[in-house]
């Protein structure tokens, strides 16, 4: 039996340094890739498959604060092309490029949770070993 990932790490590599993120809560990652069952006549069911090309997007959750380890809005503004990192702890490591802000939202609750969901598109995803 394998071990279960119980840890994730995240790495930004940008015009403000290289460093390891420590205030995101969540991410959830989209790749926008797909395989398509084609058809062909005469041919019953399926005929072959087609892979189309994508690159996806990644949501952050992070926690605002007064100073931020990242600014996102300024990174969207300034339009930067950045890269991302996630490592799992006994796990792979995946570094996706040619990353850009898309969107930056914030959300404040009553019970004092203030976070900004930031939006990020990246263009290619590759496996990277392990540190």
Same mark, same amino acid.
């Given at each position: ?5 119980s840890q994730s790490m995240f790495y930004i590599d940008f015009s403000g340094g ?9 991410? +959830?990652? +989209? ?57 799992d702890v006994n796990g792979p490591r995946w570094k996706y490029l040619g990353c ?32």
């Amino acid at each position: 039996m394998s071990t279960l990932t119980s840890q994730s790490m995240f790495y930004i590599d940008f015009s403000g340094g290289n460093f390891q993120l420590k205030r995101v809560d969540t991410l +959830d990652e +989209d790749d926008d890739s797909t395989t398509e069952v084609k058809t062909a006549v005469g041919v019953t069911g399926g005929a072959g498959n087609i892979d189309k090309e994508g690159g996806g997007s990644l949501k952050l959750e992070v926690f605002r604060e007064s100073v931020p380890e990242v600014d996102w809005r300024l990174l969207k503004i300034s339009k930067e092309y950045f890269s991302f990192s996630i490592q799992d702890v006994n796990g792979p490591r995946w570094k996706y490029l040619g990353c850009r802000v898309s969107k930056v939202t914030r959300k404040d609750d009553s019970q004092g949770k203030h976070m900004d969901t930031v939006d990020i598109t990246w263009q290619r995803r590759v496996p990277q070993v392990a540190a």
